[in-house]
């Protein structure tokens, strides 16, 4: 009589159906089954690359609006163009200071001078002389007010701002990816093939199945390989029971 193995999932010694995946036996309709979660397994799998593709295809697209590294760029900017309007704007007052404290100079100046023409005018009080330092002192005033007119009494030093390397003061740079990526990679999900086929399955014999093959671990071979040993730790009752039938089918031999 050709030997039955036992099916992985209803225990039944009826496992004409073998998996090459998991290795395992199944009766007809729990081999349906089976297929069924690795097909469920699959479409999740394609679901996972559809979502990938979309990211893919979003990452492509370095001018996007969303793109977080453009939305840092853009604020960098506008920081950048309100700290440089600031600065240009307190020097437009220090240069209105500067050209206002000379006018006022020169203003007072002119008050007193004004006053001694006028009063050497009506009082006719004055000689040659008089006239030569009052000529010369109006060519002063002209002199004094015309870089006032001319914007040449100042100067902007530049020369601070003309050192800023423009092409180092932001620039973009590959950032040091590996050390995350292994912290990623140890709490990535694990794939449809990583999961346990068995988790926590309930053996008829009370035994505990292995996550691999389903059968049961809680025996194994000798030193000779001649019998079955019962692990110190076993819960199973009856794998060794010979009217079970082929207990040997029965047990895990994925170690």
């Given at each position: 009589?050709?030997?039955?193995n036992?099916?992985?999932?209803?225990?039944?010694?009826?496992?004409?159906?073998?998996?090459i995946?998991?290795?395992?036996y199944?009766?007809?309709?729990?081999?349906?089954?089976?297929?069924?979660?690795?097909?469920?397994?699959?479409?999740?799998?394609?679901e996972?690359?559809?979502?990938?593709?979309?990211?893919?295809?979003?990452?492509?697209?370095?001018?996007s609006?969303?793109?977080?590294?453009?939305?840092?760029?853009?604020?960098?900017?506008?920081?950048t163009?309100?700290?440089?309007?600031?600065?240009?704007?307190?020097?437009?007052?220090?240069?209105?200071?500067?050209?206002?404290?000379?006018?006022?100079?020169?203003?007072n100046?002119?008050?007193?001078?004004?006053?001694?023409?006028?009063?050497?005018?009506?009082t006719?009080d004055?000689?040659?002389?008089?006239?030569?330092?009052?000529?010369?002192?109006?060519?002063?005033?002209?002199?004094?007010?015309?870089?006032?007119?001319?914007g040449?009494?100042?100067?902007?030093?530049?020369?601070?701002?003309e050192?800023?390397?423009w092409?180092?003061?932001?620039?973009?740079?590959?950032?040091?990816v590996?050390?995350?990526?292994?912290q990623t990679?140890?709490?990535?999900?694990?794939?449809?093939?990583?999961?346990?086929i068995?988790?926590?399955?309930?053996?008829?014999?009370?035994?505990?199945?292995?996550?691999?093959?389903g059968?049961?671990?809680?025996w194994?071979?000798?030193?000779?390989?001649?019998?079955?040993?019962?692990?110190?730790?076993?819960?199973?009752?009856?794998?060794?029971?010979?009217?079970?039938?082929?207990?040997?089918?029965?047990?895990?031999?994925?170690k």
């Amino acid at each position: 009589m050709a030997k039955s193995n036992q099916c992985s999932t209803c225990q039944k010694p009826a496992g004409v159906m073998h998996c090459i995946g998991c290795d395992g036996y199944f009766c007809t309709k729990d081999f349906r089954g089976h297929r069924e979660i690795l097909f469920t397994d699959m479409e999740e799998l394609v679901e996972e690359r559809n979502k990938l593709q979309e990211k893919i295809s979003r990452a492509s697209k370095p001018n996007s609006s969303s793109n977080p590294l453009i939305e840092e760029v853009n604020e960098w900017e506008k920081i950048t163009i309100e700290k440089v309007r600031q600065t240009a704007e307190h020097v437009r007052q220090q240069a209105n200071q500067l050209m206002n404290s000379k006018s006022m100079e020169i203003t007072n100046e002119f008050k007193g001078f004004f006053k001694e023409l006028s009063h050497l005018k009506e009082t006719e009080d004055y000689v040659e002389h008089d006239l030569t330092r009052l000529k010369k002192k109006i060519d002063q005033f002209n002199e004094d007010l015309a870089p006032l007119f001319q914007g040449t009494i100042t100067e902007i030093n530049k020369e601070e701002s003309e050192k800023i390397n423009w092409d180092r003061i932001i620039y973009v740079q590959e950032k040091a990816v590996e050390v995350e990526r292994q912290q990623t990679s140890k709490k990535r999900k694990k794939s449809p093939q990583e999961i346990e086929i068995f988790p926590h399955k309930q053996l008829l014999c009370h035994g505990r199945a292995c996550a691999q093959c389903g059968k049961c671990t809680d025996w194994y071979r000798d030193s000779n390989k001649a019998s079955w040993i019962r692990r110190d730790s076993a819960s199973c009752i009856y794998c060794i029971i010979p009217t079970f039938g082929s207990y040997a089918d029965h047990i895990c031999k994925c170690k």
